[in-house]
């Protein structure tokens, strides 16, 4: 198993403790890329994957590094539709 399907797989289990660095570096091994939506975009991040045309919208944590639950079952429906 891959590091890359180990990160998945936690994704999976709507872990309370996924950071923004472990869904940047997911999301990037399924073909997203991460973009800034603007000079004055403060926090939010655009994940853009090319070859299916699906866009995530999202604003990092902060102050913290953590994903919010809301965030991970927002994230998790999007991916269930398009990929997983």
Not at 14 to 30: A, Q, W
Not at 36 to 50: A, E, I, M, Y
Request: net charge positive; aromatic share 12%.
């Amino acid at each position: 198993m891959t590091k890359k399907d180990k990160l998945l797989e936690r994704f999976l289990s709507i872990p309370k403790d996924f950071t923004y660095n472990e869904l940047r570096t997911m999301l990037s091994g399924l073909g997203y890329k991460e973009h800034q939506l603007g000079k004055t975009s403060g926090s939010r991040v655009l994940f853009f994957n090319d070859y299916i045309g699906h866009e995530i919208k999202i604003h990092k944590p902060h102050p913290g590094n953590i994903i919010k639950p809301y965030l991970m079952k927002y994230i998790y429906e999007n991916l269930k539709e398009r990929i997983l």
